[in-house]
Every structure is written in C-alpha cells, then in structure tokens.
C-alpha cells in the first residue's frame, strides 16, 4: 500500500470490507457482524462476530472471526502485519479459516482463492480511501 504507515493504523476497515453490512461494538476490541458474500454459486449471509488480539502496536495484530448462515459456517484467525517500506506500508497477513455446510461443498481451493479475491478487494479499497481522506 502506497499509504502511510500511521493513517492505516487510523482507518475503520469495516467501513470499505465488500459485503459488510454490519459492524457493531459488543465489548472491547469485539464485534458483531452481519456479512453477506458468496463463493462461486454459494452465497449468502453470515451472522457472526470478530474480535481484534494480540495487539502489539504499531506493528499488528490478530484478527479472530466465527459466523455461521444459511450456506454453512465460518472460523477461522488471521495474523495481520504492518511494515513501513520505501514511504508506504507493506500489509501481510497469515491466516487459516474452517468452513462447513455447503460452503465447504464448494471445494477447498475455491474457497481459498475466493478469500485471496475479497482480501485483495479489501485492501485496494482501504488504500482508496486513505488517499481520499488525505487529500479532504
């Protein structure tokens, strides 16, 4: 992301996640969601919560997640990085995800390429509005 490392750490990113409808706070660093997505011919919505750990600013933190909707269910936990690199911030992250129901009917390496699509969705809007909120 071509973004400063600061502003990224400012951003709410549920405010550009695709398909989140609904982000609302139920404790410190918890969160209900409501999350309408789809896989190939699978879609729907997904009710669900996420919750932010291991936080070791400015560096990172842990993102838990757990949802479930008529398609299937969803847990899984993700590791995400910042890193200031050459006046930008290089955002990694290491995740690993379950999923059952019909979902998982889909096939692992769809569901997988599907999480690499909306990341990736994810990340080019984050780094839009960023620029957006700079240049305000």
């Known amino acids: 992301m071509g973004a400063v490392h600061g502003r990224v750490r400012e951003q709410r990113p ?28 699978v879609k729907g919505t997904y009710q669900g919560k996420l919750a932010i750990v291991d936080k070791t600013p400015p560096e990172g933190y842990t993102l838990r997640v757990e949802g479930s909707g008529r398609p299937g269910f969803v847990k899984g936990e993700g590791r995400l990085t910042l890193t200031e690199e050459d006046g930008g911030t290089l955002v990694s992250i290491k995740a690993e995800a379950q999923v059952g129901g019909l979902i998982a009917a889909v096939g692992q390496r769809l569901v997988g390429a599907a999480g690499r699509m909306l990341m990736s969705q994810f990340f080019s809007a984050l780094e839009a509005e960023i620029d957006r909120a700079a240049t305000a």
């Open 14 to 41: 549920h405010a550009v996640a695709r398909g989140c409808e609904r982000l609302d706070p139920i404790g410190p660093d918890e969160f209900a969601a409501t999350l309408s997505v789809g896989v190939a011919a």
